[in-house]
């Protein structure tokens, strides 16, 4: 099964798509992970990719294509894979397409994690960071012992700045300008399939299974 996970910055479609992946023996791709391993392992891929990363720009559609391509032809890819945080955009989505027809390959489910913006600002703007392990903690889910205080260090926690409401908001506004059209896109395609991500997370990843045992 070849499944993309599509949802909101702060959805837990990262969360869910290991789930997926440790169940069905299947690989989680990111394509951070891809171009680490790629630029780490030297390839002509990596390389290429690396020159826009140093100079700070990002790397082109073709090139992301190109690497999630080569990522999914691998050996282990060979019964499936979970695509996670890829594609974004609508070009992306059609580049990555017409690549995996060339490979006889396409996409089975793209799998939306549904989570209104008012609760994805509550979740991210709760959570807090310990600036002495990196140990994460949410006030309300997943509180510390000792308020402010890291349960495993000691160290101080605080609220990341990517996590302040403001930026929440503005990374929300990207998602839905950007990404919220490959839920039409996908739908057209009909293998979208969504499920409600306010849920407890053990409800909403037994709910995934369903739709992918069906």
């Known amino acids: 099964m070849k499944i993309i996970m599509l949802g909101a910055p702060g959805a837990g479609k990262g969360t869910q798509a290991k789930r997926i992946a440790e169940k069905y023996n299947i690989p989680h791709i990111s394509t951070g992970d891809i171009f680490r391993a790629n630029i780490k392992n030297g390839t002509e891929l990596g390389k290429k990719a690396k020159t826009y990363m140093d100079q700070g720009l990002l790397v ?14 691998q050996d282990d ?25 060339k490979i006889n390959d396409k996409v089975d489910y793209a799998i939306d994690v549904d989570v209104p913006d008012s609760n994805i600002i509550d979740r991210m703007s709760g959570r807090r960071a310990c600036v002495g392990c990196g140990g994460t903690y949410h006030i309300v889910y997943n509180p510390t012992k000792a308020e402010d205080v890291c349960d495993a260090c000691g160290g101080q926690l605080i609220l990341r700045d990517d996590d302040k409401p403001e930026t929440v908001e503005n990374r929300l506004k990207v998602y839905h300008d950007q990404t919220q059209p490959l ?19 053990n409800e909403v990843f037994e709910n995934i299974v369903k739709i992918l045992e069906v």
């Not at 082109?60 to 032809?73: G, W």
């Not at 839920?183 to 997370?201: A, F, N, P, Q, R």
């Open 183 to 201: 839920i039409d896109y996908y739908t057209k395609k009909s293998i979208l399939k969504s499920v409600d991500g306010t849920k407890d997370m």
């Open 60 to 73: 082109p559609d073709e090139l992301v294509v190109d690497l999630v391509v080569d990522r999914v032809a």
């Open 77 to 101: 890819a060979k019964n499936g894979y979970v695509l996670d945080g890829f594609p974004r955009t609508i070009p992306q989505a059609e580049a990555l397409d017409a690549a995996l027809e």
